[in-house]
């Protein structure tokens, strides 16, 4: 019934106990935490091997010993399982609720002299996501920012409850839409694992194609936007334009913008056009020309500089405690990819680099940013270079399938790690499934980031992250 | 930096021009909605956009109007950071339940700002 990659089995008490003081311990890594009705489930990975697996727990009287009374990044995942589904975890340091807002919300009270609390959102003065952040301030100086978020929570879990595989596929590619190409991934890996489903290597290889695009266009809208909150505009322009002009070639190739529903259990919904290959290749040359000078006006402008080297330092030792994944880890010492580790076709046969560095700070996530850029252009040209042809889809017949089967899947979106767990039932629909993105443990780490920088700093250290909200909220 | 300012200089002004109008009703309604939103609300449109748990996929391609290519601004079409300073507002998602409030409060800001900007006290 478990997937080949991520056995689950069903664990005693006392060994999910075991396995939270290896999380502690640093064992063992946490890749996500849910539930359901009656257990909930860990995914974990072994820090010396990678071996990777999902504890499941029984819980008597709906409930189950916390982890995060061990492990503090399980400690959200934990209050959104008591919001979500009414397990208690035994032993939560922080029972508040997190997804579910009910009346008021009890901030964490800082103490000291001339302090003051500054309010930010769910309604922001920019177009982004909705999220509240509490400032305490010592004039300037942050002494502690706390999160609230919840406020995306649209019930993705609940929705996926019954529905067909298509649905649960049009679900899972609107969790997060600056991510869609990897959640779609993500899931259909799943379904793929749970139903043992072949896929065509044409798809493969076209899939790692629509991901690369979706990190670049990411990975430039993002570098310009941060350079845009340090008031350095020329580059939110110049970056602004690649950015566009990556998600113009999208769309003229796979006919959408974003490429929303374009990857599918069994494989891809659309081929390369008759020109693509032409059109990739331009925009690759473009790219390739125009990136230099703009790497250079960011590396030499010494008040743009001045605002990210030093500003919002993750210290490598908490990036490794949450398993952060993403540029937020690499530019935090943490060498982990998905695409390498545990690792999908076809990044086993292209050669690329996981750049990670030490430094921690906005600059450091910035030119992580950079470096995976690079790497994501000389991958496209990889992949149209030795593109296979043949099929892009095998058919799934959902209906022949007898008895209950499961599938689970980690895929690198632009953020990171993408978790995806699914059960499928004997009618062929979904029975449960969970989607966790990078955001859920890179989160409370900007909190950590953000303390003894100035206030005037949060947006910038807040975009060197850009977590995704409505990826975390469901 | 003199490298890309001499040639953002060389390759001159990116953005393009407006699509064509090349359907007839279309054109007569964009006339009708251009006269009523004069009279009404002037020359410039001001926009408030709200969040009410989107993908995030609309907020980018809402970004993506005002890059380089499409300079939105042009138009007199403007986000502004304030319902206050706001004649429309515009909402993505399908509207939380932990949004419902923000959401009303900012409509109400929106309309009461309207109100007065039409019937001056």
Same mark, same amino acid.
């Given at each position: 019934m478990a997937s080949l990659n991520w056995p689950r089995s069903i664990v005693r008490r006392e060994d999910w106990e075991r396995a939270a003081a290896r999380l502690q311990e640093g064992e063992l890594a946490l890749f996500g935490l849910w539930a359901e009705p009656r257990y909930a489930h860990m995914a974990v990975m072994e820090r010396e091997t990678n071996a990777c697996s999902v504890f499941s727990v029984e819980c008597e009287d709906n409930r189950f010993p916390s982890l995060g009374r061990l492990h503090p990044p399980a400690i959200r995942p934990e209050r959104a399982i008591r919001d979500l589904v009414g397990l208690e975890p035994e032993g939560l340091p922080d029972a508040r609720p997190w997804l579910r807002h009910s009346g008021a919300y009890a901030f964490l009270p800082a103490q000291g002299e001339s302090l003051h609390q500054i309010p930010v959102g769910p309604v922001h003065a920019g177009i982004i996501e909705p999220g509240h952040f509490r400032f305490t301030a010592n004039g300037e100086t942050v002494v502690r920012l706390e999160e609230r978020l919840g406020y995306a929570h649209k019930g993705v879990d609940s929705l996926m409850l019954g529905a067909s595989i298509e649905r649960a596929s049009a679900l899972a590619g609107r969790i997060s839409g600056d991510s869609t190409v990897a959640f779609s991934l993500a899931f259909a890996q799943a379904l793929e694992a749970a139903l043992g489903i072949e896929v065509p290597s044409r798809a493969l290889w076209l899939r790692a /194609? *629509?991901?690369?695009? $979706?990190?670049?266009? !990411?990975?430039?809208? %993002?570098? +310009?936007?941060?350079?845009?909150?340090?008031? =350095?505009?020329?580059?939110?322009?110049? =970056? +602004?334009?690649?950015?566009?002009?990556?998600?113009?070639? #999208?769309?003229?190739?796979?006919?959408?913008? /974003? @490429? @929303? %529903?374009?990857?599918?259990?069994?494989?891809?919904?659309? %081929? *390369?056009?008759?020109?693509? %290959?032409?059109? /990739?290749?331009?925009?690759?040359? &473009?790219?390739?020309?125009? *990136?230099?000078?703009?790497? $250079?006006?960011?590396?030499?402008?010494?008040? /743009?500089?001045?605002?990210?080297?030093?500003?919002?330092? *993750?210290?490598?030792?908490?990036?490794? &405690?949450? #398993?952060? +994944?993403?540029?937020?880890?690499?530019?935090?010492?943490? !060498? =982990?990819?998905?695409?390498?580790?545990?690792?999908?076709?076809?990044?086993?046969?292209?050669? =690329? $680099?996981?750049?990670?560095? &030490? #430094?921690?700070?906005?600059?450091?996530?910035?030119?992580?940013?950079?470096?995976?850029?690079? &790497?994501?252009?000389?991958?496209? $040209?990889?992949?149209?270079?030795?593109?296979?042809?043949?099929?892009?889809?095998?058919?799934?017949?959902?209906?022949?399938?007898?008895?209950?089967?499961?599938? #689970?899947a980690l895929v690198e979106g632009f953020r990171g790690d993408i978790l995806a767990w699914v059960r499928v039932g004997p009618e062929g629909r979904v029975e449960r499934a969970h989607l966790r993105d990078p955001s859920w443990f890179q989160w409370p780490l900007l909190e950590a980031a953000i303390e003894g920088n100035i206030v005037a700093d949060f947006p910038l250290c807040n975009k060197s992250f850009n977590c995704s909200y409505s990826g975390h909220d469901l | 930096m003199r490298r890309l300012l001499f040639k953002s200089f060389v390759q001159g002004i990116l953005t393009e021009p407006a699509p064509a109008q090349d359907d007839g009703a279309l054109a007569e309604l964009a006339a009708r909605v251009n006269q009523a939103s004069h009279k009404r609300l002037g020359r410039a449109l001001s926009i408030r956009e709200v969040d009410a748990g989107s993908c995030n996929g609309c907020e980018l391609e809402i970004h993506a109007l005002s890059n380089v290519l499409y300079d939105l601004e042009r138009f007199g079409l403007r986000f502004v950071a304030s319902p206050r300073h706001a004649d429309v507002l515009l909402v993505t998602g399908p509207v939380t339940v932990n949004m419902r409030e923000a959401l009303e409060r900012t409509y109400r800001v929106d309309r009461v700002e309207m109100d007065q900007h039409q019937n001056p006290p």
């Open positions: /194609l *629509l991901a690369e695009l $979706e990190r670049l266009a !990411n990975h430039f809208g %993002d570098i +310009g936007a941060i350079c845009n909150d340090a008031a =350095f505009v020329i580059l939110h322009a110049q =970056f +602004g334009l690649l950015r566009e002009r990556v998600v113009r070639t #999208a769309e003229v190739c796979f006919g959408h913008r /974003l @490429m @929303m %529903d374009r990857v599918a259990a069994g494989g891809v919904l659309c %081929d *390369l056009p008759a020109d693509g %290959d032409e059109r /990739l290749r331009a925009l690759i040359a &473009q790219l390739r020309k125009d *990136l230099p000078d703009l790497i $250079e006006v960011y590396d030499n402008t010494a008040s /743009l500089k001045d605002r990210t080297v030093g500003t919002g330092i *993750l210290s490598p030792a908490l990036a490794r &405690q949450f #398993a952060a +994944g993403g540029f937020v880890g690499r530019a935090s010492g943490r !060498n =982990f990819d998905a695409r390498r580790t545990p690792g999908y076709a076809p990044y086993d046969r292209l050669k =690329f $680099e996981v750049p990670v560095v &030490q #430094a921690g700070d906005v600059n450091a996530r910035v030119w992580i940013r950079i470096r995976e850029i690079e &790497q994501s252009l000389a991958l496209i $040209e990889q992949i149209l270079a030795q593109l296979p042809s043949g099929p892009i889809r095998t058919p799934i017949a959902t209906k022949a399938q007898t008895g209950v089967r499961e599938g #689970a | -």
